[in-house]
C-alpha cells in the first residue's frame, strides 16, 4: 500500500488531475509531497551555450512567481489536509525534472503521480517532456495520468498508466 507519495504540480487544471488519481490509490492517512518547480528565465551568454542564469532585472519575478506558487501549493494542501491526508509543500527554483527525481530519491517515496500534457511531434521536440525525463530516470513506480483533451487517445490508452521500475 502507498504511504508516501510525490505529486508535481505546475499550476495547471491538468496537472491537478494527479490529485484525483492520488485519492483513488491512496487512502486518507498517507503522506503527500507536492512540489511545484519556478522555472529561471533562459539568457544567452556571449560565448556559451544556453545557461540559466538570473538577473538583477529578474529577481523580482522570481521572487513573485515563488510566493504565488507557494500560495497555490498551500491551497491544494488544505485540500488534502481536508480530505485527512499528511501534506507537505516544496517549491524549488529550475528544472521540474531534477527536483522530481531529487526528491523521489531522497525521501524515498512509494511513488509519484503526475500528469502528462501528452505533447508529441513538433511540441515534444522543442519543449520536451518533464514526465518523459521523470520515466526515464525511473526513481520509484510512476503514475501517469493522461491527457484527456488530446484528439486521437493511443490505443490501449487507460484512464491511469503505471510504469515501474
Same mark, same amino acid.
Do not use: W
Given at each position: 500500500? &502507498?504511504?508516501? %507519495?510525490?505529486? $508535481? +504540480? ?5 496537472? =491537478?488531475? *494527479? ?15 507536492? &512540489?511545484?518547480? %519556478?522555472?529561471? $528565465? +533562459? ?5 556559451? =551555450?544556453? *545557461? ?114
Amino acid at each position: 500500500m &502507498l504511504q508516501k %507519495v510525490l505529486v $508535481p +504540480l505546475d499550476g495547471s487544471q491538468l496537472s =491537478e488531475l *494527479a490529485l484525483s488519481y492520488l485519492r483513488e490509490i491512496m487512502p486518507p492517512g498517507g503522506h503527500v509531497r507536492l &512540489l511545484s518547480a %519556478v522555472d529561471l $528565465p +533562459l539568457q544567452m551568454q556571449p560565448g556559451y =551555450e544556453v *545557461a540559466v542564469v538570473p538577473s538583477i532585472d529578474t529577481i523580482g519575478s522570481i521572487d513573485q512567481s515563488r510566493q504565488v506558487t507557494q500560495l497555490y501549493l498551500r491551497n491544494r494542501a488544505q485540500e488534502l489536509r481536508n480530505a485527512g491526508y499528511t501534506v507537505e509543500t516544496i517549491v524549488e527554483i529550475g528544472y521540474p525534472e531534477e527536483f522530481i527525481i531529487r526528491h523521489a530519491r531522497e525521501q524515498n517515496v512509494d511513488a509519484i503521480v503526475m500528469s502528462t500534457h501528452g505533447r508529441s511531434g513538433l511540441g515534444r521536440m522543442l519543449f520536451g517532456s518533464v514526465t518523459q525525463r521523470v520515466l526515464n530516470a525511473m526513481p520509484c513506480p510512476v503514475f501517469v495520468v493522461p491527457n484527456r483533451e488530446r484528439k486521437q487517445p493511443l490505443p490501449g490508452q487507460d484512464r491511469l498508466t503505471a510504469a515501474q521500475p
